[in-house]
């Protein structure tokens, strides 16, 4: 199976700053990588994919980046809603896999 | 708009087999499939298994090969995933999520509400 990590674990973080999120897979994935967002309580919501598209009606603020093994997600001007935890998910080959995640929490 | 909406939480023994369901609405059951991803606490998603809710293909995680049996009414719009030989490993939330009709595509872009099951002598 492809292994997904990502950097950092967590981060605190203000309202109105910018955040990047790393993910590296274990093997070549070309652009087979999704990002999702996951609420406390809640199923996780796709954000973005094949590493750089949005979903659509995601705010513009998220933006996704990267080939090959190694990806980043960025939140332009942190929103209060955006405080949650983030996973990249790779479908280059299967099973999917998921990393670990990273949560923005308040600073 | 599209809503997959599970079957409650559940509580099983040890060697108990449970089965959850997912009603979809607000688009075409049979022209998707429909995959199933655990969440055990603190952890990331897990991928277990898909399904065609055009033609009943199916594709199993090495893992989960053997104890889950996925299948779908498309009479109710309805998947559901029955998991056997329960451990206390498979306490996690389930959920089903949109997906690939032909093929996993790894795109899950609608999600159920989740479904707990707690396994627990």
């Known amino acids: 199976d492809i292994q997904m990590t990502q950097s950092p674990s967590s981060l605190s973080a203000s309202v109105g700053d910018r955040v990047t999120i790393t993910c590296q897979a274990s093997?070549?994935?070309?652009?087979?990588l999704n990002w999702y967002q996951q609420e406390p309580g809640k199923a996780p919501k796709l954000l973005i994919y094949?590493?750089?598209n949005l979903e659509p009606g995601v705010p513009s603020r998220f933006s996704g980046r990267g080939s090959g093994t190694d990806f980043t997600l960025s939140i332009n001007s942190l929103q209060p809603e955006d405080f949650a935890t983030y996973y990249c998910q790779q479908y280059d080959d299967l099973p999917p896999t998921f990393g670990p995640g990273t949560t923005v929490d308040i600073k | 708009q599209v809503h997959l909406v599970q079957s409650t939480t559940e509580v099983k023994k040890p060697g108990a087999s449970v089965k959850v369901s997912c009603k979809a609405s607000g688009y075409k059951f049979n022209t998707y499939g429909v995959s199933w991803v655990r969440q055990a606490p603190g952890q990331g998603p897990e991928w277990m298994a898909w399904?065609?809710?055009?033609?009943?293909?199916?594709k199993y995680a090495q893992k989960f090969q053997g104890r889950v049996i996925l299948t779908t009414d498309t009479s109710t719009s309805t998947a559901y995933m029955e998991l056997r030989s329960l451990r206390s490993d498979d306490t996690a939330l389930y959920y089903c999520?949109?997906?690939?009709?032909?093929?996993?595509?790894?795109?899950?872009?609608?999600w159920g509400q989740g479904t707990l099951v707690t396994v627990s002598s």
């Open positions: 999520a949109r997906e690939g009709r032909t093929a996993v595509a790894g795109h899950f872009d609608y």
């Open positions: 399904i065609s809710a055009d033609n009943g293909d199916t």
């Open positions: 093997q070549d994935i070309s652009t087979y």
């Open positions: 094949d590493a750089s």
